[in-house]
């Protein structure tokens, strides 16, 4: 155990309780903080001091983080608490029902809600007594018909995950547990019997026949059989994506439990800087220990990304086991990828050649003004059968359209042409 020196303390410490009180609202955002690493912050800030701002800031997230997606609650909670003089004020705006044309129309930062909600503790304010005394001596009553207003669900299907608060994440996992994804089957040469078939079954009417001593009493009809595809999922779970990952592997443990969807087996792959497959781990019923086991079968979580080689290592080892049936892929990823974009291309092109459709998640879509300048995204554009947003629980409902059109090229069309309309400029 580390020995500290004796630190020496005002007999009223209220920096001590500031720090403190900061960690709890911390701890109830979601981040993992104890006692020991309160203490910690007491002490680096005592070594710090008190001369720069951003020493301050820095010491105490050199204490309080340790994964890439707690920088952003972390740094809500510092302005809120520390340097915004009202930030009490901007909560509480944030907390209460937003009416049109009475509050400012402004969406929350990510993060900044549950921020919020973490200092609030939860608890959304009051209007003042004075205000409701006033109400009554005027005899003034307002009704507000609120017969069209978004229900709860409604607007939690429509909110970014990024942008969702501690509450709010748990009952979207709820609400996306009772997800489906339903696909039609394939279509197949293969017969089965069936009495009112519109193809006959003439080696059935054979047989039956011989038994009969040659005689041909009923011809024998058949249908065809159906055939159910698999669905490949390759999801994305470096540090941009962490949160957006999370959302979509709870909905694919959905998908994968849920019996009478049509599909034929769910194969599931996590890749970062290296491939991994969680298709055993889906399988186990409860989602939290499906997804702890996962998570400790995938060593790259929340690290870079190595799209091209990631797919080529898809192509090479895994694509003739998983990839028969008319298999559909799902591609969940941003697309920011720093490696040689021939090569994306190419492991693209080919995971395109192999699948039956390649359907193409991207949270970056959800910006009115998204475009595609990146490297890795005018690799994979061209090879991808559909291209669509993955950022709410909307857009996963969305995905059964998706699959179920074969015809649905999602985005896609448009950014295709915005893609040969810059090639045109240059």
């Known amino acids: 155990m580390p020995e500290y020196i004796p630190l020496d303390l005002p007999d009223n410490p209220k920096l001590a309780h500031n720090i403190t009180h900061f960690a709890r609202a911390?701890?109830?955002?979601?981040?993992?903080?104890?006692?020991?690493?309160?203490?910690?912050?007491?002490?680096?800030?005592?070594?710090?001091g008190f001369t720069d701002k951003s020493d301050f800031y820095y010491a105490l997230q050199a204490c309080f983080v340790n994964r890439p997606e707690h920088r952003a609650v972390f740094g809500q909670i510092f302005r809120l608490y520390w340097r915004d003089p009202r930030y009490m004020e901007h909560m509480m705006s944030l907390m209460l029902p937003a009416v049109r044309g009475v509050q400012e129309n402004k969406a929350a930062q990510a993060a900044e809600k549950r921020a919020a909600e973490a200092l609030l503790d939860g608890n959304r304010p009051d209007m003042p007594d004075a205000e409701e005394n006033r109400e009554e001596e005027e005899g003034t009553q307002i009704q507000i018909d609120a017969s069209f207003t978004m229900s709860k669900e409604e607007k939690l299907r429509?909110?970014?995950?990024?942008?969702?608060?501690?509450?709010?994440?748990?009952?979207?996992k709820r609400m996306i547990a009772?997800?489906?994804?339903?696909?039609?089957?394939?279509?197949?040469?293969r017969g089965m019997a069936a009495p009112k078939g519109r193809r006959m079954d003439w080696r059935r009417t054979i047989r039956q026949s011989m038994r009969m001593g040659g005689e041909v009493r009923t011809i024998a009809r058949m249908?065809?059989?159906?055939?159910?595809?698999?669905?490949?999922?390759?999801?994305?779970?470096?540090?941009?994506?962490?949160?957006?990952?999370?959302?979509?592997?709870?909905f694919l443990h959905a998908v994968a439990n849920e019996k009478g969807q049509g599909w034929a087996k769910v194969h599931a792959f996590t890749f970062g800087t290296r491939l991994t497959n969680i298709t055993r781990h889906l399988a186990t019923r409860d989602v939290d220990?499906?997804?702890?086991?996962?998570?400790?079968?995938?060593?790259?979580?929340?690290?870079?990304t190595r799209i091209g080689k990631c797919l080529h290592a898809f192509n090479r080892d895994w694509s003739r086991r998983?990839?028969?049936?008319?298999?559909?892929?799902?591609?969940?990823?941003?697309?920011?990828?720093?490696?040689?974009?021939?090569?994306?291309?190419?492991?693209v092109e080919r995971l395109h050649l192999s699948s039956r459709r390649l359907i193409w998640l991207n949270p970056l879509l959800r910006w009115d003004g998204f475009a595609p300048k990146a490297t890795g995204i005018k690799a994979m554009l061209p090879h991808v059968d559909s291209f669509r947003a993955g950022h709410s629980i909307r857009s996963l409902e969305d995905l059964a359209e998706a699959i179920s059109r074969p015809d649905d090229m999602g985005?896609?069309?448009?950014?295709?042409?915005?893609?040969?309309?810059?090639?045109?400029?240059v």
């Open 289 to 304: 220990a499906a997804l702890k086991s996962a998570g400790a079968e995938a060593q790259d979580w929340e690290g870079g």
């Open 26 to 48: 911390l701890r109830r955002a979601g981040l993992p903080i104890g006692p020991g690493r309160v203490i910690d912050a007491i002490r680096a800030v005592e070594a710090a």
């Open 411 to 425: 985005e896609k069309d448009r950014l295709m042409r915005m893609m040969s309309e810059d090639r045109k400029q």
């Open 178 to 189: 009772r997800l489906t994804l339903p696909v039609k089957p394939i279509a197949s040469r």
């Open 322 to 347: 998983v990839m028969g049936q008319g298999a559909v892929v799902l591609l969940i990823t941003d697309g920011l990828d720093r490696d040689d974009a021939q090569e994306l291309a190419k492991a």
């Open 223 to 250: 249908k065809p059989r159906p055939r159910w595809p698999n669905l490949i999922v390759l999801c994305d779970i470096s540090g941009s994506m962490s949160q957006y990952s999370r959302m979509v592997l709870h």
């Open 158 to 172: 429509s909110l970014d995950f990024e942008q969702m608060s501690t509450a709010e994440i748990a009952e979207a």
